[in-house]
C-alpha cells in the first residue's frame, strides 16, 4: 500500500474538553458517529511538532518541519464487525500557506496559515513546551510544563480514549466522507504536572466555540510521539 505521508509527530498536547454532542453535529461527516465518553462528547486543542516530513518518501525542503495546533473530535465508524475509532479536524494551523494549500487539496481537510512559533526547555526533571499561535496580532498560547520520565498508554484510561485513533475522516459534502489511515504504534506518555492556555476560541475557531475561552480543561494531557505515517489511499463512504 503506497505511503503518502511520513513524518515524525513530538510533544503532542492534548487539551481536552468535554462538550455537549449538538455542538459537534453540524460537523459531522456522513457515516460515522460520535466517540462518547462518560456520555460527553470531547473536543481537543492539539499542539505539536511537524518533523522532517516527506512526501511519496521525498523529503521536503525548507517547509517539513513546523509546529501544527488544531481543533479535533472523536467519532466511530462501523464497518462490518469492524468498529473503527477516529478524529474529524475542524480546523488545523500551519505556518506554511504552501502546506495549507496542498493539505486542502489532497486530504479535503480544513486547514489555515497563521504565524506559529514554539520552545521546548528540559532538565533532568521535567520539560516545558509552548506552542504559539498568532491571530488578530495576538499570540494565542499553550504552555506544558510535564515530567520527563514517561509511560506507556493505561488500559481504558482518558489517555487512551484521546490518543488510540487511527483513521481520520473528512467532509467532502453532506454525502460523502473521505476516510484515510493514520499509521503509529502507542505512544507514551509524559504526566502533565502544569499548564497553561490563552486562546481566543471565537477568533480561532467561530461563536459557537468562544465559550470555551473561559473553560477550564477537563483535562491535559502530552505524549512523546513517534515516527508516523499515512496511506495514500482514501475510501469513499457515501
Known sequence: ??????????????????VDAAL??????????????????VVSMVG???????????PIPYLGTFEEVNLRFYVIRKDGNEVKRGVVFINETVPYKIVAWLANKLYNESYSCVRTRHTHTSNAVNKQLTYQWQV???????????TNESATITANSDEEFI???????AKVSDTVTEEY????????VNKVVNYNIECDFK??????????????????FIAE?????????????M
Open 225 to 237: 510521539g513517534s515516527a508516523i505515517s499515512v496511506n495514500w489511499k482514501r475510501n469513499k463512504i
Open 24 to 41: 459537534l453535529q453540524p460537523y459531522l461527516p456522513k457515516g460515522v458517529e460520535l466517540d462518547m465518553r462518560n456520555g460527553k462528547a
Open 181 to 188: 489511515k493514520i499509521n503509529h504504534p502507542s505512544w507514551n
Open 48 to 58: 505539536f511538532i511537524f518533523k522532517n516530513s516527506k512526501l511519496f518518501n521525498i
Open 203 to 220: 477568533a480561532m475557531y467561530g461563536p459557537e466555540f468562544e465559550f470555551l475561552t473561559n473553560t477550564i480543561p477537563n483535562s491535559v
Open 136 to 146: 488578530n496580532n495576538k499570540w494565542n498560547t499553550i504552555h506544558v510544563e510535564a
Open 1 to 18: 500500500m503506497a505511503i503518502f505521508l511520513k513524518a515524525k509527530w513530538e510533544n503532542i498536547i492534548m487539551v481536552n474538553y468535554a
Open 163 to 169: 490518543y488510540e485513533h487511527y483513521y481520520g475522516y
